[in-house]
């Protein structure tokens, strides 16, 4: 499935480290990429909507089609219905996936993560420009759905309505007839890519929150636990689980996603046991094994890799230190494969100078590098070091340009690459 959501979302994030000496509004487009994520909202709209032509959609997603009694609302906003004693749970809200009505879990959560990081690394920028508040309601949108989601520890609805059904029916979500069948993973039937996406979500949403609601920031750690746990312990590919998931977001494993999740978690609480578990699981998960190109809603490697490498310059690798060295390394190839200064093994460009990694949906894979190396360039300058590559060495501010370059791209424009 083409997935617009993931090109704004990172683009949202590539526009925050470009500055306005090229000539081109970059706030305006800021501003416009965020605006999808209103124009993508599922549930009863709130008083503040800008995109007003959208309306409410989605009202009854997890009654599953069946005639159904409110009860009673509990003390965090859950509505319990009852049909012949079995409880559904509310699954109003979150984000249509894409041209469709379909929620996807995966990509969803994958998509909140980056917003969560990108409000964390870029903050001071997201509020000169005015615009740190709408990126933190575009997240809440996805968490607060997400808690509702999570009806219990071992139990995580990861898909709202039929891709197939879905894509033969063009309407407006307002209108929209299709079934809006609910399916979950749980112990059974387990999903630990989906679940440790989600725990990862959850965990970098917590610290975008932190400064500004910490009490919201203390529940989505709750719930990150809980998930990661669940992910660990009962494993499996959520495909597996949720079959009508697959044509669509077909998972290629779950091991990076568990590295993912835990790596976030460590973040946001400090917890030693998290560093030790992307550690001791370095080898058999892939995370010191794995050399990437690319990073997506379907592989977190390269994202684990940077994340991890800020731990080791930050100087808190401590007893990790040697193993967290290899996930530099490995941190440093994708940013070499990228610079094209990788002993001819590179990620492939156009000749016009876009990561052109695949046919289908490209645009997200070069947003998503461009943001990584944005990053990588700002964790790299802050211990004055520089990016050690077979062909040659590369500054920080190299790694800058070429993530600027993508954005150029993406945005049809010509950039001034002696300004940027």
Same mark, same amino acid.
């Given at each position: 499935m083409v997935n617009s959501r993931h090109i704004f979302t990172t683009l949202v994030l590539v526009l925050t480290i470009i500055d306005a000496s090229s000539g081109f509004d970059y706030m305006q487009a800021l501003d416009k990429s965020l605006l999808f994520f209103e124009a993508q909202r599922s549930g009863k709209l709130p008083w503040n909507q800008r995109v007003k032509w959208r309306g409410d959609s989605g009202l009854y997603d997890g009654y599953q089609q069946r005639a159904l009694c409110l009860v009673e609302m509990d003390m965090i906003g859950w509505f319990r219905w009852w049909h012949d004693d079995t409880p559904v749970v509310n699954l109003v809200g979150g984000y249509y996936d894409a041209g469709d009505h379909v929620k996807f879990g995966l990509p969803m959560a994958y998509s909140v993560t980056m917003l969560s990081w990108g409000a964390i690394e870029y903050d001071r920028t997201m509020m000169d420009l005015n615009q740190m508040g709408h990126v933190l309601n575009a997240i809440k949108w996805g968490t607060d759905y997400f808690i509702k989601a999570h009806s219990h520890p071992n139990v995580l609805w990861g898909q709202v309505g039929d891709g197939d059904s879905d894509h033969y029916c063009w309407e407006r979500a307002e209108d929209m007839t299709t079934p809006r069948t609910a399916y979950k993973v749980d112990t059974e039937h387990p999903g630990s890519?989906?679940?440790?996406?989600?725990?990862?979500?959850?965990?970098?949403?917590?610290?975008?929150? $932190?400064?500004? &609601? /910490?009490?919201?920031?203390?529940?989505?750690?709750?719930?990150? +636990? !809980?998930?990661?746990?669940?992910? @660990? $312990?009962?494993?499996?590919?959520?495909?597996?689980?949720?079959?009508?998931? +697959?044509?669509?977001?077909?998972?290629?494993?779950?091991?990076?996603?568990?590295?993912?999740?835990?790596?976030?978690?460590?973040?946001?609480?400090?917890?030693?046991?998290?560093?030790? #578990?992307?550690? @001791?699981?370095?080898?058999?998960?892939?995370?010191?094994?794995?050399?990437?190109?690319?990073?997506s809603w379907d592989n977190k490697y390269a994202g684990v890799q940077i994340l991890l490498s800020k731990v080791l310059m930050d100087g808190d690798g401590?007893? #990790?230190?040697?193993?967290?060295? !290899?996930? !530099?390394?490995?941190?440093?190839?994708?940013? %070499?494969?990228? !610079?094209?200064? *990788?002993?001819? #093994? &590179?990620?492939?460009?156009?000749?016009?100078?876009?990561?052109?990694?695949?046919?289908? &949906?490209?645009?997200?894979? =070069?947003?998503? =590098?461009?943001?990584?190396?944005?990053?990588?360039?700002?964790?790299?300058?802050?211990?004055?070091?520089?990016?050690? %590559?077979?062909?040659?060495?590369?500054?920080?501010?190299?790694?800058?340009?070429?993530?600027?370059?993508?954005? %150029?791209?993406?945005? /049809?424009?010509? %950039? *001034?690459?002696?300004?940027?």
């Open positions: 890519d989906l679940a440790g996406e989600t725990a990862a979500a959850m965990a970098a949403a917590a610290i975008a929150f $932190r400064p500004y &609601n /910490s009490s919201y920031s203390d529940l989505l750690l709750v719930h990150a +636990k !809980q998930l990661f746990w669940f992910a @660990d $312990r009962f494993r499996g590919l959520f495909t597996d689980s949720i079959p009508s998931a +697959k044509e669509f977001y077909t998972s290629s494993g779950y091991s990076d996603e568990l590295l993912w999740a835990a790596t976030w978690l460590y973040r946001a609480t400090k917890d030693a046991s998290y560093l030790k #578990y992307v550690v @001791d699981n370095a080898v058999s998960m892939g995370g010191t094994g794995w050399a990437m190109k690319e990073f401590g007893a #990790y230190t040697s193993t967290l060295k !290899q996930y !530099q390394a490995k941190a440093d190839y994708f940013a %070499c494969a990228c !610079q094209q200064k *990788n002993d001819g #093994y &590179n990620a492939p460009l156009t000749p016009g100078g876009l990561l052109y990694l695949h046919e289908w &949906n490209n645009m997200q894979y =070069a947003a998503s =590098a461009a943001f990584l190396l944005a990053v990588y360039s700002d964790y790299l300058s802050a211990v004055k070091s520089v990016l050690k %590559c077979p062909d040659a060495d590369v500054q920080p501010r190299e790694l800058l340009m070429f993530a600027k370059s993508q954005a %150029c791209l993406a945005l /049809s424009i010509t %950039c *001034n690459f002696k300004k940027l």
